[in-house]
Structure formats: C-alpha cells, structure tokens
C-alpha cells in the first residue's frame, strides 16, 4: 500500500513584516501583550489588491519547481482559503489561471484553520481513485481587507502621525482578533508515493456546526437579503467575530485527543511521530497540545513568532520552511495536525 505524498513544497509571505510595535501605532495593544500569550513577534499583510489567488499563486510556483515537474502535468488543484479573492466563485481556479492551466479542474475547500489534514484526505481520495495522478494543494490567505483600520500608511510608519481617537477605538474594539491573523500562503505538489508503506496513511477528521459562530465572518451572509447590506457595514460585521477563549479550550481538549485516536487506528504511538506539524494559531495552544501528547518541543515546530496566524496557509508554510531546511528527512511520520472556523479539526498521518 502506498499513499498520496509530497514531492514539491513553496511558501510565500507578502510585504515586509509588521511587528507587534507597528500595531500599537494604530491600536491600543503592546509586544508586552502579544508576545507572551501568543508567540507572535510580526506578522505580514497583503498589499491593496493583492489576493489570495495571488499569494497561492507564488507560493503554487515554488511549490512547482522544488517538485522538478511541469505544470501541464498538475491535473487537479486543491485550494483552501476562508478569505478567497471573491464570495464566489473561489480562489483555486484563478490560482490555475496564473499558473496558465486553465481547463484543470480546482476544488476549493473551506476547513480554514484545518484545511490541511482535510485536503490530504481528499487529495489521498483523488489519487487512489485515479482521478488525479499530481495535485497541487494551496493554501492562501490574505485577511488584509477585515483588519479593523483603514491607516495603512500609518501602520507601516509611512506617515508620521496619530491615528483618529474614532479609528483607534475601532481598531482596538477587534484587537484580539487583530493581533493574531497574518498573510501567506503554502503550496504542495503531491503525488501517490512509489515506496512500499510510504505517503499518506490516514486522518481523522471532525466537524461541529454548533460552534460555527466560534469564529465566524457574520457579515456578507445569504442568510441575509440581500446578502451584504448598510448595517452590516455600520456593525462592522465585516470584521470576523472571535470567542477566543472559547477556541482555546476546544483546541487544547480535541487536538490531542484527535492524534491519540488517529496512531491508535494506524498501530502507532504518539512517541512513534517524528513530526507534529500543527496549526499555528497560539504557541500556548501547541504547548497544551505537546505536553499533553508528552512530546519533546524538537517534535512540534513552531514558526508564528514571524507570521501569525495564517489561516489555511500555516501547516504548508511550516512544512515548507522543515522540508527546504532539510529538518524533515524521506521516511520520517509526520502528523499535520488544525482545528478552525466550522469547528473543523483533525489529523492526518504521513510517512514522508
Ligand atoms: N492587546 C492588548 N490587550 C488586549 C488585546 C490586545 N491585542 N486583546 C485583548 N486584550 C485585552 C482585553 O481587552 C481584555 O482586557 P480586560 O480584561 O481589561 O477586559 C484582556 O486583554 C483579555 O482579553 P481576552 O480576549 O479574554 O484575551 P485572551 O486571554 O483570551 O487571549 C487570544 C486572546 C486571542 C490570544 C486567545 O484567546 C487565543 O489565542 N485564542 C485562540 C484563538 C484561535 O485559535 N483562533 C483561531 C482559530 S483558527
């Protein structure tokens, strides 16, 4: 039995970083805040028109030429983004646009946070059923545009000057949410492994619609008509809506658990993982995680320090980053590992 494994791996961050210190120019917020409850430093945003489709677009190429392939031969695209360049349709079909291969059929998947175990899945589906025989799988986002401040220049110490009190106190009502989102995007390129008990072996996936409004965009909705109005605006309902304590616990509760039950079905130990590549929403949520798994920090990377949370992007970029470094080695498990807005969570195992 073979799974489906990686064969390429890119990643892309746009602009130059914003530090913690940036964000205190247009919000009430501090390092002194950031830094300890969540192990961010900085973070990058994408720049006025820039998209989704054009991050995982750069970070498509990388991915692209590491993998030493063509890119008439992708035949499938799998793109994950909670922040697409339009409500409809989604980002993956102009992700093969730029790329010039228009005509391959692209899926756009909405597991946000926990869009990386779930794409394995279907991309392992894709390739076992001979539907595709090499997938490019991005991940992209740009939530640039539901930051709650409109002083761009200010932020990026552009311009020297105080923000409105109006425009700070806007910018700090979100800043819990604010703080914790950056841009980017990560890319794969996979393929059905060629060594015996190689590639992807499983996942366990989750989801729980009660707690959609966890974390929730409540604007620009069809449960509305129209589906974007005035009010909406005015309620600022543009900017998502976070319960971030609440996000906490069930991602400290159901990642563990979801990993022990994972190696159980597959006759492995957690001790047998070489690799825990987690969602990077929280370094003290990874902590919870690791020690609660009883796993050494070495096995549980962590790079939000340099990029935040990047959404449905994290697990690529970090893969990414292991996989150039030359961290992760041929034949080593691997476990991506996200929980997000839906609440989506779960793992996926892979012998690289
Ligand atoms: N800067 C300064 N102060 C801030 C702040 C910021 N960026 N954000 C919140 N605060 C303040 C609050 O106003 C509050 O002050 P008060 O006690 O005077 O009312 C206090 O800090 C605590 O706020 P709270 O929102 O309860 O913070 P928290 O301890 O829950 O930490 C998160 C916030 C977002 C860091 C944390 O909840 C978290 O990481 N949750 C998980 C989020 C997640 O995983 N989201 C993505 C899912 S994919």
Redesign the pocket.
Known sequence: MTGVTIIGTGSYAPGRPVTNHDLARV????DE??RP??GIHQRHYAGEGETASDLGFRAAERAIEAAGIDRGEIDAILCSSMTSDYKFPGSGGLIGAKLGIQGVPAFDLQQ??ASMPFSMQVANGLISTGAAKTILMVGADAHAGFMPWKDWDVLYGERDAEVSPEARAQATKH??????FGDGAGAMVLRKSEVEGHGFLGAQLHTDGDYAED?ALLGGGFRSRPFLTKEMIDEELYVPR?A??S??KH?VKKLPKVVRELCARHECTTEDVDWVIA?Q??D??NFAVRDALKLPPEKVPSNIARYG?T?SATIAILLDELIRGGKIERGQLLCLLG???GLHWGAALMRY
């Open positions: 919000m009430d917020t501090s805040w950031i409850r969540t946000q946070c800043r819990g949410l604010a703080v914790i974390i976070m971030g304590r996000l906490f991602a969602h929403a929280n003290r949520i949370n959404s929980l997000g807005a």
